[in-house]
Nanobody, 115 residues
C-alpha cells in the first residue's frame, strides 16, 4: 500500500502564490506517474497536473503557465507551485499515484483564493 499526505494549502488573495507538497510513504518502490487533482464544491474532480518519470509534465489548460509540478524522488515528494492564483482555483487539492491495479489518494488540502 501507498500512503499520500498533502500539505501547504491555505487562504490566499487573488494573484498570490501557494506551494503544495505531497509526501509518499509505504510501498513506494518504483513510483512513476504522480498527479495533482482538485475538486471544487459541487463539481467533478479534475486533473490539474501530471509528472512522469524523467520529469515530463502535463497541465490542464486552465492552469498552464501559472502552475508547476515537480518531484524529488530521493524524498518521495511531489510539489505543485501555484502562482497568479484566481478565485476559480479554490478547491480541495489531492495527490494521486496510479500504479498497477491501484489508485492511491491523499486526504486533500484546501486552497481558498479570495477576491
Amino acid at each position: 500500500q501507498v500512503q499520500l499526505v498533502e500539505s501547504g494549502g491555505g487562504l490566499v488573495q487573488v494573484g498570490g502564490s501557494l506551494r503544495l507538497t505531497c509526501s509518499a510513504s509505504g510501498n513506494i518502490f518504483s513510483i512513476n506517474v504522480m498527479r495533482w487533482y482538485r475538486q471544487a464544491p459541487g463539481k467533478q474532480r479534475e486533473l490539474v497536473a501530471t509528472i512522469r518519470g524523467g520529469g515530463v509534465t502535463e497541465y490542464a489548460d486552465s492552469v498552464k503557465g501559472r502552475f508547476t509540478i515537480s518531484r524529488d524522488n530521493a524524498k518521495n515528494t511531489v510539489t505543485l507551485q501555484m502562482n497568479s492564483l484566481k478565485p476559480e482555483d479554490t478547491a480541495v487539492y489531492y495527490c494521486n499515484v496510479p500504479r498497477g491495479f491501484a489508485m492511491y489518494w491523499g486526504q486533500g488540502t484546501q486552497v481558498t483564493v479570495s477576491s
